[in-house]
Each structure stands twice: as C-alpha cells, then as structure tokens.
C-alpha cells in the first residue's frame, strides 16, 4: 500500500484524537457513576433533565446562587436572594440575573410560566434579569409584596423560568422548575426552590416547559455530570 496523503494523515490524526477523547470520557463517567449507556443516550437525546432540590433563600448568607443548564463548568444563570434593612422598614427580592449574551423569557408577571408553555424563538427574551418576587415591611406594621411567583402564582405550585443561552456560539433553550414561598409578616423572608433544569440539544429548537418524559428525553444526574465538567477529563469547554 502507497503512502497516506497529507489529508489523509490528518484525518487520522484527528480520528485519533477524538477516539482517544472519547474513552478518557468514558473512563471518567464509569468512575462518576454514569455508564456508558447512559453517555449514549444523552448523545443520542434531544432534552437534557437535570432533577434538581436547590434551596434559596433571603435569610441565607450566601447571596447568589450559580446555574449552569448543561453541565459544562460555565455558569449561564445566577438567582440573587438578599435583603435589606432600614431604621424602619425591611425588604427582601429575589431575581434571576442573565450572564454574558443570554437571556431570560419574558419580564416579571410573563415569566412565570405554565406547564406546556413554550420556549424558542417567537419568544420575547430581551430582560436581562427578572423580579421573581420582592416583599417588605414598614414600621412593622405594614407590609406588602409584589410577587408573580409568589406562593405558588394563582394556586400553581410550581412556576417556570425559560432561558435563551449559548453553547459554541449557537442559540438554545431551557427552563428550571421553582416554587416561591413569601413571607412578610413578623419580618420578611424569600425562599425559592428549584426543583429541576431542561435544555434542548438542537440549536435554535424550541423546549415546553415541564417536560420530564418521552423518547427525546434523557434524565441526569447534577453530581456525576458536575464532577466531569470539574475536571475528571480534561475535556474543552463548549463554549
């Protein structure tokens, strides 16, 4: 057989590469509890979910809390939970605040969404952060709160934030699942809960908010995926 051609030298070098990526991976994941079939079907699957109990709140020291929707090290959401007090008044918020060039879905009341709303491209993604609630107390006697996620939103318990990130450059779409509890009376505290993440695959594909199941679906778990976006394998990041 002839020499290999220049071209055909690089292919082979990069099919090398890549091989060699993917079995450092593999090797990581089986450490990290994940399996290969379960790398297969996240390759092969169109909605990453991520089930979720993350607990936020106003009367926590720790003032922010860090998102990343896909697990690849790079923070794309942060929900701010502080308050502040006065001589004689108190006042609690919490808010999601977009990173770098993504976006939340809608402003304040429009982005509590409902089970089945949809996330993509026809949405209005233009705030930067949004309020999910903010509460207060004057001279311990008055207190009020504006809060479309509060207490559930109209009897619905859970609530959900649509996103507009990018991975390598490209638009994609996900949403985290939270309930907002509000008090304001004898002193003012937020809490938020997220319950669970999604994002789509797909470029520039829309994602309904609160699916869990289906074909297209693959469910992980945040520790084993967190500790090989911490390093398990040198892998670049997406993004």
Same mark, same amino acid.
């Given at each position: 057989?002839?020499?290999?051609?220049?071209?055909?030298?690089?292919?082979?070098?990069?099919?090398?590469? /890549?091989?060699?990526?993917?079995?450092?991976?593999?090797? *990581?994941?089986?450490?990290?509890?994940?399996?290969?079939?379960?790398?297969?079907?996240?390759?092969?699957?169109?909605?990453?979910?991520?089930? *979720?109990?993350?607990?936020?709140?106003?009367?926590?020291?720790?003032?922010?809390?860090?998102?990343?929707?896909?697990?690849?090290?790079?923070?794309? #959401?942060?929900?701010?939970?502080?308050?502040?007090?006065?001589?004689?008044?108190?006042?609690?918020?919490? !808010?999601?605040?977009?990173?770098?060039?993504?976006?939340?879905? =809608?402003?304040?009341?429009?982005?509590?969404?409902?089970? =089945?709303?949809?996330?993509?491209?026809?949405?209005? $993604?233009? @705030?930067?952060?949004?309020?999910?609630?903010?509460? $207060?107390?004057?001279?311990?006697? %008055?207190?009020? #709160? /504006? *809060?479309?996620?509060?207490?559930?939103?109209?009897?619905? !318990?859970?609530? /959900?934030?649509? $996103? &507009? $990130?990018?991975?390598?450059? &490209?638009?994609?779409?996900?949403? @985290?699942?939270?309930?907002?509890?509000?008090?304001?009376?004898? =002193?003012?505290?937020?809490?938020?809960?997220?319950?669970?993440?999604?994002?789509?695959?797909?470029?520039? &594909?829309?994602?309904? @908010?609160?699916?869990? &199941?289906?074909?297209?679906?693959?469910?992980?778990?945040?520790?084993?995926?967190?500790?090989?976006?911490?390093?398990?394998?040198?892998?670049?990041? %997406?993004?």
């Amino acid at each position: 057989m002839g020499p290999l051609s220049g071209r055909s030298r690089q292919q082979l070098s990069l099919s090398a590469h /890549y091989q060699g990526r993917l079995n450092s991976y593999a090797l *990581a994941a089986t450490a990290a509890g994940v399996g290969t079939m379960a790398l297969a079907q996240a390759a092969e699957g169109k909605i990453i979910y991520t089930p *979720a109990h993350r607990v936020m709140s106003t009367s926590d020291p720790q003032h922010w809390y860090p998102l990343d929707i896909n697990h690849d090290g790079v923070t794309d #959401f942060r929900f701010s939970a502080y308050y502040v007090v006065g001589q004689s008044s108190q006042r609690a918020y919490m !808010k999601c605040v977009s990173l770098a060039t993504n976006r939340v879905r =809608g402003r304040t009341y429009e982005a509590a969404l409902r089970p =089945g709303d949809r996330i993509g491209p026809a949405a209005n $993604f233009s @705030a930067r952060h949004v309020t999910m609630a903010r509460v $207060f107390t004057f001279l311990g006697t %008055r207190s009020g #709160f /504006y *809060a479309p996620w509060a207490n559930g939103g109209k009897g619905m !318990k859970h609530r /959900y934030l649509g $996103f &507009k $990130f990018a991975i390598n450059g &490209k638009i994609h779409y996900g949403w @985290a699942r939270l309930n907002v509890r509000v008090k304001a009376q004898n =002193g003012v505290n937020i809490t938020a809960t997220m319950t669970g993440y999604a994002y789509e695959t797909v470029p520039n &594909k829309a994602i309904i @908010a609160g699916k869990t &199941k289906g074909p297209d679906v693959v469910t992980v778990q945040p520790a084993s995926l967190g500790r090989l976006a911490a390093g398990a394998v040198a892998i670049p990041r %997406r993004r």
